[in-house]
C-alpha cells in the first residue's frame, strides 16, 4: 500500500496568513493526488484534485502543486471559512489512501 | 442537483450486520465509482473499497475483506454497503462518495454520513 505522510498534523495560524501543507507519498503517483477539506460534524469537500487542478466552486486562494513525491497545498490568505481539517488522498492505486489529516486552528 | 443522500443512522450490538444505503441522483449513476470511505470519532478518513455501478465489480481494502460487501441496484441508482461481524471500534461515520470511472480525479460529491454505533 502506498503511504501518505501529512505534515504537521497541526497548525495555528491568523487571518490574513500564507499557509503550506505537505504530504509525502511513499513511491510515485504520477500526479493522482487530492486535497479535502472537512469541518466538524461535516463530509469532506474537495479542493484541488490531480495535484493542482481547482474544483469548480472553491476558491482562488487555494492552489496545489508538486514536486517528485512532495505535494503541498498552499491557502494564500486564510479566511475564517478555511479553519478545518485538511487531508491529502492518492488516487493512483487500490487502496486508496488518505494522508493523517492537518487541523488549522486560529491563532 | 447532483447528490448522494445516505440512510438514516443505526445501532447495532456487537456481532450483528449493518446495511447503509447511498442513492444517486443528479448524474448518471454507471458512470461513477461508488467509494466508501468511515470516520471513527477523532480520527481520520479510512478508505473500505469501492462499487462500479456499471460492472458491479468491488475492490475492498484487505483490512475489511471478508467482512464488507459493497452492491448495487442500477434500477433506483442507490449503492449499499454491509458490514458483518461489527465489533464495538466499527463505530464510526461511514460516507459514500463518487468517483469518475474514466479518470482517478478526486471524490467530488459526497453522501452526508451514517453514524454507526456498534455498542451491547
Known amino acids: 500500500d502506498i503511504q501518505m505522510t501529512q505534515s504537521p498534523s497541526s497548525l495555528s495560524a491568523s487571518v490574513g496568513d500564507r499557509v503550506t501543507i505537505t504530504c509525502r507519498a511513499s513511491?510515485?503517483?504520477?500526479?493522482?493526488l487530492n486535497w479535502y477539506q472537512q469541518k466538524p460534524g461535516k463530509a469532506p469537500n474537495l479542493l484541488i484534485y490531480?495535484?493542482?487542478s481547482l474544483q469548480s466552486g472553491v476558491p482562488s486562494r487555494f492552489s496545489g502543486s508538486e514536486s517528485g513525491t512532495d505535494f503541498t497545498l498552499t491557502i494564500s490568505s486564510l479566511q475564517p471559512e478555511d479553519f478545518a481539517t485538511y487531508y491529502c488522498?492518492?488516487?493512483?492505486?487500490?487502496?486508496?489512501?488518505f494522508g493523517q489529516g492537518t487541523r488549522l486552528e486560529i491563532k | 442537483q447532483v447528490q448522494l443522500v445516505q440512510s438514516g443512522a443505526e445501532v447495532k450490538k456487537p456481532g450483528a450486520s449493518v446495511k447503509v444505503s447511498c442513492k444517486a441522483s443528479?448524474?448518471?449513476?454507471?458512470?461513477?465509482?461508488i467509494q466508501w470511505v468511515r470516520q471513527a470519532p477523532g480520527q481520520g478518513l479510512e478508505w473500505m473499497g469501492r462499487?462500479?455501478?456499471?460492472?458491479?465489480?468491488?475492490n475492498y481494502a484487505k483490512k475489511f475483506q471478508g467482512r464488507v460487501t459493497m452492491t448495487r441496484d442500477t434500477s433506483i441508482s442507490t449503492a449499499y454497503m454491509e458490514l458483518s461481524r461489527l465489533r464495538s471500534d466499527d463505530t464510526a461515520v461511514y460516507y459514500c462518495?463518487?468517483?469518475?470511472?474514466?479518470?482517478?480525479?478526486?471524490?467530488?460529491?459526497w453522501g452526508q454520513g451514517t453514524t454507526v454505533t456498534v455498542s451491547s
Open positions: 462499487i462500479n455501478p456499471n460492472s458491479g465489480g468491488t
Open positions: 490531480l495535484a493542482s
Open positions: 462518495a463518487r468517483r469518475i470511472v474514466a479518470r482517478p480525479n478526486g471524490m467530488d460529491v
Open positions: 513511491q510515485s503517483i504520477s500526479s493522482y
Open positions: 488522498e492518492q488516487s493512483y492505486s487500490i487502496p486508496v489512501t
Open positions: 443528479g448524474y448518471i449513476f454507471t458512470d461513477y465509482f
